[in-house]
């Protein structure tokens, strides 16, 4: 079983930063894609940004050029550094990965960090 672990969410005002963080743990043998979701109220779950084994990204339009995802992949952790947030930006942030654990590959998802953003 893959355990995946958020951290660095919280509290700021607009066009100030935050990075999150999320590590998995448990057995696993390789992590491909990771990526960052996140949800709003009331909204449906979207992609945030996507980061491949080899550290190819990819952006929802929203984010680009003021989010960058990254991974480090001997640590199993990958982070999202959130610059320029905006009030809209508002949501609860989900880790999530496709890793091969003991037996199988599946696909994870961590439990969320909350972050909000004032205007």
């Known amino acids: 079983q893959v355990q995946l672990v958020e951290s660095g969410g919280g509290s700021v005002q607009a066009g100030e930063f935050l990075r999150l963080s999320c590590a998995a743990s448990?057995?696993?043998?390789?992590?491909?894609?990771m990526a960052w979701y996140r949800q709003a109220p009331g909204k449906q779950r979207e992609l945030v940004a996507t980061?491949?084994?080899?550290?190819?990204?990819n952006y929802a339009d929203s984010v680009k050029g003021r989010f960058t995802i990254s991974r480090d992949n001997a640590k199993n952790t990958v982070y999202l550094q959130m610059n320029s947030l905006k009030a809209e930006d508002t949501a609860v942030y989900y880790c999530?990965?496709?890793?091969?654990?003991?037996?199988?590959?599946?696909?994870?998802w961590g439990q969320g960090t909350q972050v909000t953003v004032s205007s």
């Open positions: 448990g057995i696993i043998f390789r992590i491909d894609d």
């Open positions: 999530n990965a496709d890793a091969l654990g003991l037996g199988k590959k599946d696909n994870y």
């Open positions: 980061i491949t084994r080899a550290g190819i990204t």
